[in-house]
Nanobody, 116 residues
Framework: QVQLVESGGCLVQPGGSLRLSCQAS????????MSWYRQVPGKERELVAF????????NYADSVKGRFTISRDNVKKTVYLQMNSLKPEDTAMYYC?????????WGQGTQVTVSS
């Protein structure tokens, strides 16, 4: 059974940092590209960061470049999102995604709230 379990979301003050984790199971993790998306109520889910299956290539949304870093550990089957200099507009539900060819899996999400 495929599972993606996100963790690490919480309430944080503006300027603070958080690290999200996504633990994968039930599929061959190192075959899959991994991404983090986020969504706020009433808006479409948006891509935040992408990392390829090897971990050598990553891409970021313009809104988070220089502040967020995606990484993966293929032994631990985990993908991370280090978020620094957080802003109120980063408040959202953050979702982990695994993609390979016609296979596409989603986690249940973890809530990040940036507020003073």
């Amino acid at each position: 059974q495929v599972q993606l379990v996100e963790s690490g979301g919480c309430l944080v003050q503006p300027g603070g940092s958080l690290r999200l984790s996504c633990q994968a199971s039930g599929f061959i993790f190192y075959y899959f590209a991994m991404s983090w998306y986020r969504q706020v109520p009433g808006k479409e889910r948006e891509l935040v960061a992408f990392i390829d299956s090897t971990g050598r290539r990553s891409n970021y949304a313009d809104s988070v470049k220089g502040r967020f870093t995606i990484s993966r550990d293929n032994v631990k089957k985990t993908v991370y999102l280090q978020m620094n200099s957080l802003k109120p507009e980063d408040t959202a539900m953050y979702y982990c995604n695994a993609w390979r060819s016609q296979e596409n899996y989603w986690g249940q999400g973890t809530q990040v709230t940036v507020s003073s």
